[in-house]
């Protein structure tokens, strides 16, 4: 019995070939001869040159993957306070040959989207995010970032269309996604965070942002709705909430109303417990 090895990419194929390897000619030779064309004819067979690509492709993906993804971590956490060019480079590296391989997951265009923003790519980063929100619109953190990026740049239609978006997705989809995420889990297991009270204040900062997109687009029907789907949402900061009601009724010359609320956002704001954040300091977040 002869062992034969063939090897094809990363991949092994061994076949067991039932043969005397006969030297001399006659009749020994005649009968070994069919059973070799037979190996040869069903060879192709035992070869799928699909799963062959496929261990290649995730050996590759081996090699990028990141040895430790604490630093990423620590990254997203501070925005880029702690890291340098050549982490961010690396973590750029192994998403972007994800999405190369795979480019129907959106969560590895989302990641690849925000090293993009902070390498100071914003149109790279803009069209990581299109590409993830185009995948998986029901996945709020990334239309929220890209609201964020599209507000940054005063581009008040495209925030205001995305963060709307953000703002209708289900909580418990994303939640969802991001505990079966294959892409997302190195980080969540390493991560010290109550996801769900996160994905709250990422709902408030979305609605704080398209109050004031549609605000600055003299929308101010559609800041009164925004509004009060805020203030009926109970978040944190009801003051601004109300604060931004108020001057979009006596925009539309609801004087009474808009008294009433003003009052209200000074009360709420007076007892308030912490400051909403200044709309520039809303950075971008991954979870």
């Known amino acids: 019995m002869i062992q034969r090895v063939i090897f094809l990419g990363k ?3 061994t076949l067991s ?9 006659g009749k020994e030779y005649r009968a070994v001869k069919p059973l070799w064309k037979m190996t040869v004819k069903n060879l192709d067979r035992l070869i799928d040159p ?15 993957m990141p040895a430790s993804y604490q630093p990423l971590l620590e990254f997203v956490e501070s925005h880029g306070a702690k890291n340098n060019g050549k982490i961010q ?4 590296d192994y998403y972007e040959k994800i999405v190369e391989f795979m480019p129907q997951n959106a969560d590895a265009h989302a990641l690849l989207g925000f090293c993009y923003y902070h390498l100071a790519e914003p149109q790279k980063a803009i069209a990581a995010y299109q590409k993830a929100v185009a995948l998986n619109p029901q996945f709020f953190w990334s239309a929220y970032s890209l ?6 740049n005063q581009k008040y239609p ?13 909580v418990d989809a994303t939640l969802t996604l991001l505990y079966r995420s294959r892409v997302y889990q190195p980080l969540i297991a390493i991560a010290d965070k109550d996801l769900p009270s996160r994905l709250r204040k990422g709902y408030e900062n ?7 997109s549609q605000y600055r687009q003299k929308k101010f029907a559609e800041v009164i ?12 900061h009801k003051y601004f909430f109300y604060e931004y009601l108020g001057a979009a009724l006596d925009a539309v010359g609801e004087k009474g109303l808009a008294v009433q609320a003003l009052q209200q956002a000074i009360v709420l704001k007076q007892t308030a417990v912490s400051r909403l954040s200044l709309p520039e300091d809303i950075a971008l977040e991954v979870f």
Not at 51 to 59: C, F, G, H, S, T
Not at 147 to 152: L, N
């Open 11 to 13: 991949g092994i194929v």
């Open 17 to 25: 070939l039932v043969m005397v390897f006969v030297l001399a000619i």
């Open 50 to 64: 699909e799963e062959i690509q496929a261990k290649a492709r995730l050996n590759t993906l081996n090699n990028y």
């Open 89 to 92: 480079n690396h973590y750029v």
């Open 147 to 152: 609201g964020v990026i599209y507000f940054q």
């Open 158 to 170: 495209q925030a205001s269309a995305v963060l709307s978006s953000a703002i209708s997705s289900s």
């Open 206 to 212: 979305a609605y704080v942002l398209l109050v004031l």
């Open 225 to 236: 709705k925004s509004c009060r789907a805020a203030i009926k949402a109970d978040f944190e």
